[in-house]
């Protein structure tokens, strides 16, 4: 991901709040695959107890990270706050638009569904 998007990378770090760190290798998949066979075999047969452990040994990360932006967090902070209100407001009973717009949606399909039946 690191290698296609450095913006999506930074956009991360900001919404979350968190830095965020990249692996190294670029089979990320196959690699977590790995980590937990190996922790699916447990120390006794060579592998790990938990993931994080599996981790520490198998996984490296890249030198570069992503720390969140000040300013960056706060307008996304401030855009999810706005969020929650739509969501609160369409899709919580505070206004009917969602109702409607499904009763359209529906009127739409029964005459459509009729005009193909009267065809």
Same mark, same amino acid.
């Not at 760190?21 to 075999?41: C, K, N, R």
């Given at each position: ?13 900001? =919404? ?5 760190? =990249? ?28 993931? =994080? ?21 706060? =307008? ?44």
């Amino acid at each position: 991901m690191l290698q296609k998007n450095r913006l999506l990378m930074q956009i991360y770090a900001d =919404v979350t709040g968190r830095e965020i760190q =990249v692996a190294a290798s670029t089979q990320t998949p196959a690699l977590g695959a790995a980590m937990f066979a190996a922790v699916a075999a447990g120390a006794e047969a060579g592998g790990y107890d938990d993931i =994080v452990e599996a981790a520490r040994h198998m996984a490296r990360v890249r030198d570069e990270s992503f720390k969140p932006i000040p300013e960056n967090a706060a =307008v996304y902070d401030k855009l999810y706050e706005e969020y929650s209100r739509l969501h609160d407001y369409f899709g919580r009973g505070g206004n009917p638009v969602m109702k409607k717009l499904k009763a359209i949606k529906e009127e739409a399909r029964r005459s459509t569904e009729a005009a193909s039946t009267h065809s």
